[in-house]
């Protein structure tokens, strides 16, 4: 029995031809490679190569920048510093989302200033998020965008808009949070859809790294 591995989330497959996609990620056929177990490459190495060694061609040094750069990626990659900044929005919005319904359902206004409070310190960690995620999914995944990709984009570009929204709302309306104003369903409404925005990039991010186990 041949064994194959989707070359953007890892899967394996066993039998004697590839699957027509992948059952994680939706990789075609193409991008099965067979696993020769002995000459295997660790995945991280054989995707870190092409960027971190100088290319045959060209003989110029990397700059400082490029220095930093590969180093940083190195770090994302080998630390796992995605799941980790990720873990922010999704611990902190959803406690944001209920503190808004706590202060909507019986006006207690520190509620809503510690709502206030966590969605502006999710905005700053977003660029942080987002940098890290973006080189996996470059590095790892090889800028693959097969639909969980495409669900994960959409889902972050998603949850950002709707953060800046909610954030500039609330500073331009500080009233909007309380139960006598008339536009707080909708706030809450968009908070809902914000929190289950990024839950929905992290349940596909769940998908990418333990989707291909075994049970
Ligand atoms: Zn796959």
């Known amino acids: 029995m041949k064994k194959w591995e989707c070359t953007v989330c890892g899967y394996i497959h066993e039998g004697d031809e590839p699957p027509d996609e992948c059952p994680v990620c939706s990789a075609d ?18 995707a870190l190569a092409p960027e971190s060694m100088p290319s045959p061609m060209t ?23 995605h799941p980790i900044t990720v873990h922010t929005p999704n611990g902190v919005l959803p406690m944001a989302l209920i503190f808004i319904l706590i202060t909507v359902g019986f006006g207690a206004p520190l509620f809503e200033t510690a709502a206030l409070y966590s969605c502006v310190f999710v905005l700053l960690t977003m660029p942080a998020v987002i ?3 973006y080189e996996v999914w470059q590095k790892r995944y090889r800028g693959a965008l097969t639909p ?22 609330r500073v ?26 990024v839950g929905l990039a992290g349940h596909m991010g769940g998908k990418l790294v333990f989707g291909g186990r075994k049970e």
């Open 29 to 46: 056929k193409s991008m099965f490679v067979e696993v020769i177990e002995d000459v295997k490459v660790p995945e991280e190495e054989a």
């Open 59 to 81: 003989h110029t040094p990397p700059t400082f920048l490029a220095k930093v750069y590969a180093f940083t990626s190195t770090l994302i990659l080998r630390h796992h510093l």
């Open 148 to 169: 969980i990709f495409k669900i994960k984009i959409g889902s972050a570009i998603v949850s950002v808009l709707l953060l800046v929204v909610l954030v500039v709302w």
């Open 172 to 197: 331009l309306q500080p009233e909007i949070v309380t139960k006598a104003s008339s536009g707080r369903w909708l706030f809450v409404l968009l908070a809902i859809v914000l929190v289950g925005a």
């Open 131 to 133: 940098f890290t995620g």
